[in-house]
Structure formats: C-alpha cells, structure tokens
C-alpha cells in the first residue's frame, strides 16, 4: 500500500500568514494526488486536484506543488475561514489513501 | 443541481448489521463510480473502497473485506453500504462519494453510525 506522511499534525497561523502543509508519498503517485479542507461536522471539500489544479469555485490563494514524491499545498494569505483539518489523498493505486491529516487553526 | 443524500443515523448493537443508503441525483448514476469513506470519531479518513455503477463490480480495500457489501439500486440511482456483525469499532460516520479527487467529485453528508451495547 501506498504511505501518505502529511506533516504538520497540526498548525497554528496568523491571519494573512503564508501556511505550507506537506504529503510525502512512499512511491510514485503521479499527479494523482487530491487536497481536501474539512470543517467540523461537514464533509470533505475538494480544494486542489491532480496535485496542482484548484479546483471549481476554491480561492486562488489555495496552490499546490509537487517535487518529485513530496506534494504541498500552500495558502497564501490566511483567512479566518481557512480553519479546519486538510488532508492529502493519493488515487494513483488501490488501495487509495489519505494522509493522517493537518489541523490548521488561528493564532 | 448534483446532490447525495445519505440516510439517517443509526444506533445499533454489537453483532447486528446496518444497511445505510446514498441517493444521487442532478446526474446520470452509472456515468461516475461511487466511493466509500470511513471517518471514526476524531480520527482521518479512511478509503474503504469503491464501486463500477455501471456493471456493479465492487472494490474492497483490505480491512473492509468480508463484512462489509457495496451493492446498487441502479434505477433508483443508489448506493448502498451495508455493514454486517457489527463491531463497537465501526462506529464511524461513512461518507459516500462521487469519484472523489476529480474537479467534479461530490460527497454525501455522512451518516453516523454508533454501535454499542
């Protein structure tokens, strides 16, 4: 199976503040990676798709990279909103996983 | 407009088995494949597996093998899971999901299920 290591566990910034969250994958995924925002009590919602591509209707200060078998998502500028668990997940084999996820909260 | 709607919570015991339901709508059922995802409490997200709509072929990832059943309502465009001998470590919200990590993926609302004695 395919190890997703998503670091930090958890992050504390401040409004405007640029925040990096990173998945290492154990193999090659490809672009096959997904970046996911979730509030409490609510489903996943997509923010950046095949690694780098945000998805429909998310902000544009959502970005994500990719270096070899590491993958980051960046937020440039921090908003209020912005707060919840982001997780990393990898669709390139069966089984798919996600990443053990980043709580991102405000100082 | 594209919705799924997952049945209601659900409180069971252990040993008894739970049947919850995910109907799509806003969309042709057996155009895009349905995911499963377990989220116990204040824990990740877990992929549980996946199923074709379209030829009703399910998809296990291992720790969901033997007591766990993907299955359709096709001409109800529905997804079911269904969770048998049920265990105090199911206890879990399941999402459904539409082909999750596409720019078009759309999930369900989850659906709490808490067993215990």
């Known amino acids: ?107 | 407009q594209i919705q799924l709607v997952q049945s209601g919570p659900e409180l069971k015991k252990p040993g008894e088995s739970v049947k919850i339901s995910c109907k799509a709508s806003g969309y042709t059922f057996t155009d895009y494949a349905m995911h499963w995802v377990k989220q116990a409490p204040g824990k990740g997200l877990k992929w549980m597996g996946w199923i074709n709509t379209y030829t009703g072929k399910p998809t296990y990832a291992d720790d969901f093998k033997g007591r766990f059943v993907f299955s359709l309502e096709a001409s109800a465009s529905t997804a079911n899971l269904q969770i048998s001998n049920l265990k105090n470590e199911d206890t879990a919200t399941y999402f459904c999901a539409r082909s999750p990590g596409y720019n078009s993926d759309y999930w369900g609302q989850g659906v709490m299920v808490t067993v215990s004695s």
């Open chain 1, 1 to 107: 199976d395919i190890q997703m290591t998503q670091s930090p566990a958890s992050l504390s910034a401040s409004l405007e503040e640029i925040v990096t969250i990173t998945c290492q994958a154990s193999q090659d995924i490809g672009n096959w990676l997904a970046w996911y925002q979730q509030k409490p009590g609510k489903s996943p919602q997509l923010l950046i798709h095949s690694a780098t591509s945000l998805a429909d209707g998310i902000p544009s200060r959502f970005s994500g990279s990719r270096s070899g078998t590491q993958y980051s998502l960046k937020i440039s500028r921090l908003q209020v909103e912005d707060t919840g668990i982001y997780y990393c997940l990898q669709r390139y084999s069966n089984p798919w996983t996600f990443g053990g996820g980043t709580k991102l909260e405000l100082k």
